[in-house]
């Protein structure tokens, strides 16, 4: 978003947005609430220190490099450490069940973890299964050549034919 699109968004001049920026204009809590809603951050993200004086050294390099993505990266990121915690929780359940519980758990654990989406591919996800699918297309025209069927399912997903 540019200064001129948030100043409109608040309604005030870009003039007036530059001297809060440069800390000639001081902003009330109210008005501090309203630029972080326009910009979709917390009002603490304004205040440099407060944020992260709670936060552990290891927590504060997580924040620093976290802020380091762009936001489609931030929310793939943030989708696979839910599953990822996810996981942890059904892991230490796991742990606790009683020896003739945990096979089955177990199994069922690993099925979540199977089903849940691959959050680092999904924003080219289509761009990487077509050249995958291309790629493997030309390999199976490679073995065509030299006796092995070859052909796509009306997915357009190749596969290989084997039988004789």
Do not use: C
Not at 73 to 92: A, E, F, P, S
Not at 146 to 161: M, T, W
């Amino acid at each position: 978003m540019s200064r001129r699109e948030i100043a409109e968004h608040l309604d005030i001049a870009q003039g007036t947005l530059s001297d809060i920026e440069r800390g000639r204009i001081r902003v009330n809590a109210a008005d501090l609430l309203r630029f972080a809603a326009a910009l979709g951050k917390s009002a603490l993200y304004f205040l440099p220190g407060v944020a992260t004086s709670d936060l552990s050294d290891t927590e504060q390099t997580l924040v620093a490099l976290f802020r380091e993505f762009d936001e489609p990266w931030q929310t793939n990121i943030l989708g696979t450490v839910r599953n990822q915690l996810i996981l942890y929780k059904q892991t230490k359940a796991l742990e606790a069940m009683p020896e003739a519980d945990k096979e089955e758990a177990a199994y069922d654990l690993v099925l979540l973890f199977l089903s849940m989406p691959t959050y680092f591919l999904s924003r080219r996800r289509a761009e990487i299964r077509d050249r995958t699918y291309e790629m493997v297309y030309l390999v199976g025209r490679f073995l065509e050549m030299n006796g092995l069927k070859f052909g796509r399912d009306e997915q357009g997903r190749p596969y290989f034919d084997t039988t004789n």
